[in-house]
């Protein structure tokens, strides 16, 4: 069965760190594109960040640029999201998706197939 599980959500004040984590079980990620994308309550689902199979191609939203780091290691299946710098308006349900290709123009959330079930990140003081 193919599953995706983030894990690494939790409690931080503002200017900490948290990294998450996106592993997968039932497939191998290393032939399809990851994306990391957040939901706060009364908003969309956004695009956070997105990372090709081949780790070569990565996308940024532009209100995480130089805080938060994408990464994968296809060995370990599991891909990363490291957030430095965190801000009271991070604070959201973080979503680890798969797309069926290895190459994903769109950091888009109507763009990925395969879904994890989320972890919650709260910045707080």
């Known amino acids: 069965q193919l599953q995706l599980v983030e894990s690494g959500g939790g409690l931080v004040q503002p200017g900490g760190s948290l990294r998450l984590s996106c592993a997968a079980s039932g497939f191998t990620l290393r032939t399809n594109a990851i994306g990391w994308f957040r939901q706060a309550p009364g908003k969309e689902r956004e695009g956070v960040s997105c990372?090709?199979?081949?780790?070569?191609?990565?996308n940024y939203a532009n209100f995480v640029k130089g805080r938060f780091t994408i990464s994968r290691d296809n060995a370990k299946n599991t891909v990363y999201l490291q957030m430095n710098s965190l801000r009271p308006e991070d604070a959201a349900v973080y979503y680890c998706a798969a797309d069926r290709s290895p190459l994903q123009a769109l950091c888009k959330a109507t763009a990925y197939d395969y879904w994890g079930q989320g972890t919650q990140v709260t910045v707080s003081s």
């Open positions: 990372i090709s199979a081949s780790g070569g191609h990565i």
